[in-house]
Each structure stands twice: as C-alpha cells, then as structure tokens.
C-alpha cells in the first residue's frame, strides 16, 4: 500500500492539475492536444506511445518549474515577488493562445513554443509541449504555490533530501495521473475516429481551436482580474472568475470526498490498461501475454481486493445507471453546474454511435 505521508503529496498533485488559477489550461492544452493530427496515420501503438511521451513532458516541466519555484523561495526571492509577477504571465499567455487558436481554426499548423525547436518535426512538438508545461506551471503559481511550498518543498528541509524527493515524485505522479489520464484517453479516441470516423475529425480540429481560443479569453480576464486585484484597483467578483471558480469548486470538493488517493489510482489503473491495448498489436505473444498478465493482476489486487470493485467499476455502473436521471435533472435545474458537461458527453456518444452505426450499414450494403 502506498505510505500514508504519501498520500497528501500524491492528493496535492491531483488538486494542483486543477487549481483555481490554472483551471483553464488543463482544457486548453487537450484542446491542443487535439488540435494537431500529427499521429493521425500512425498505428495505434505509435499514437499511445505519444500521448504518453507528451504527458510525460508536460508534467515533468511542470513540476519541474514548481521544484525551481521552491529553490528560489528559499534562497533567491519572496514567494509575494513572485505572486505579483505571474498574473502579467497570464495575460501574456492567454494573448498567445487565441491568435494560435484562431490559426487552428482556419486550417493552419503551427508550433506553439516558449523556445525556438532545434529541428525536425518531432523536436518542435517536444518543445511546444514543454513550452506548455513551463506555461501551465507559472499560470498555477498564485494558487498552487503556497500548498506546494509547505507541504512538498518544505520536506526537504524537514524530512532530509531523499524524503524529500520521495514526496516530490508523489506529488509529480498524483499532477502525472490527471493530465496522462485525460491526454492518453484523447489520443486513443482520436486514433479509433482517424481510422473509423474520418467525419468528426474536423470537429475535432475545431473544437480543439474552440478550446485555445476560450482559454486564451479566460486567461486574459483572469490575469486582468488578479492584476486589479493586486493592485486594490478591484473587486471581489468577476461573474467570469466566479463561474469557472464555482467548476473548480465542485470538482476539487468532489475529489476530496471521493479521496485523492482513491481518484489517483483509478486514474492510473485506466492508464495501464490504455497501454496495454495500445501496444498490443506492437508485442509478441509472450510480451502480450505477460502485459496483460500484469493488467489483470492490478486489477484484481486493487480493484478487487484493495476496494472490493468500488474503486472504478462499481463506481462507473452507478454513473451509467444514474445518467437517465441526470438527463430529467437538465430541465429541473439547468443551472446545475454538471449540465453543460453532462450535454457535452450525451452529445458526443449519441453522435458516434449514430456514426458508427450509419458506417456499418453502408458496409453491410456493399
């Protein structure tokens, strides 16, 4: 079992990848994410093998951004300096991300980057995804920051240097399982519509650039809303902030009630089993078997005996069976802040299956 002092670290990296501050680029960077058909040819274990690599990058810049964080804290400048410093960044970064998204939209391709790429197609998204990173990480600043500095950099000082990594690598695999989760679930269903349902391919592309462009907005009126904040120049209340804020709420008081050790295991136990299909076609027999062979043994020592099937399965039925409901709740109170989603994921199903199912009959007919 995981030790218990691990599990706040782990918890807090799972909060901080939906921070109040940084809520809005969790979104965005899927909307990038989809937004570029780079893999759109490549064989499915080829397209897992990315959304793993570029998860990977983004957190391990974003943590790493967070570790540099504490370092000058504690030696080089005061944590309220750099709290004045990034509401600007955000501004910055939000006038970036809607040109970007509006060249998406058009049907252009770009590199989104901090940094200049050294070379070659796959150097330029490995610098964009860092640049991405390195972004999402200094836009978390103002709200992550302080939990991060007690609790994850201020280990080091108190429990010794290899306590220290220990608790920075949970909190880097609790940060890891969000994003991975999310990246790796997107890239599969990209993969399976680029091989089945070229049709929605475009809608993706556009809803990719939908998304960079709302971030940007909402980045923008953040950043402003801190800055004049900061400065005693504002109010308490902006309906935008408030609105996302209130979203933020709702899931970090979930993830607290489900636990953030129980929500990141399930997260990383959807991701083994991800991979595992990816690959697949890659392995031979016996590489096949035994990945598989650990994928059930997970399965069966954590959701089994660990949570009795109340870690994911039970958990998932309950949700679909709950769904009509959901749906006779959308007229009761619309305002429920679950609905826009709700719709969204109804929508989404309702209208692959409707393709998927008008693509079967046509080729029942040839």
């Known amino acids: 079992m995981i030790d218990v002092g691990l599990a706040l670290p782990f918890s807090l990296g799972i909060a901080t990848a939906i921070n109040p501050c940084g809520f809005a680029m969790l979104p965005t960077w899927l909307g990038y994410f989809i937004g570029r058909n780079t893999a759109d040819q490549e064989a499915r274990p080829e397209q897992v093998v990315r959304g793993l690599w570029v998860s990977l990058l983004l957190t391990v810049s974003f943590v790493a951004v967070f570790g540099l964080l504490g370092l000058a804290v504690s030696h080089l400048v005061s944590e309220e300096a750099i709290a004045r410093r990034t509401p600007w960044i955000t501004v910055v970064l939000g006038l970036v991300l809607i040109p970007y998204g509006l060249a998406l939209l058009t049907g252009r391709r770009g590199s989104l980057s901090l940094l200049r790429p050294a070379r070659g197609p796959r150097s330029a998204e490995a610098w964009s995804v860092l640049g991405f990173g390195v972004s999402y990480a200094l836009v978390s600043v103002g709200c992550a920051a302080p939990l991060f500095l007690l609790q994850v950099s201020g280990s080091f000082s108190r429990d010794g240097i290899v306590r220290g ?26 993969g399976g519509l680029a091989r089945n349902l070229r049709r929605l391919l475009p809608f993706t592309d556009r809803i990719g650039a939908l998304a960079l462009m709302l971030g940007g907005a909402y980045l923008i009126v953040y950043g402003v809303y801190e800055i004049r904040i900061l400065n005693g120049s504002g109010t308490a209340s902006n309906p935008i902030v408030d609105a996302v804020g209130d979203l933020q709420s709702h899931l970090t008081a979930w993830t607290a009630a489900v636990g953030g050790l129980r929500v990141g295991l399930a997260l990383w136990m959807v991701i083994m089993t991800l991979a595992a299909w990816g690959l697949d076609p890659a392995l031979d027999r016996r590489a096949r078997t035994s990945s598989w062979g650990v994928v059930a043994g997970a399965w069966v020592l954590v959701e089994g005996l660990g949570h009795r099937g109340d870690l994911v399965v039970v958990p998932t039925l309950r949700v679909i069976a709950g769904w009509p409901g959901r749906i006779s709740g959308w007229f009761g109170d619309p305002t429920r802040w679950a609905v826009p989603l709700e719709v969204f994921l109804t929508a989404t199903v309702l209208l692959v299956v409707v393709l998927s199912t008008s693509a079967t009959f046509g080729k029942w007919r040839r």
């Open 165 to 190: 990594t220990t608790v920075y690598l949970a909190f880097a695999a609790g940060m890891a399982a969000v994003v991975t989760s999310l990246t790796l679930s997107l890239a599969v269903a990209r």
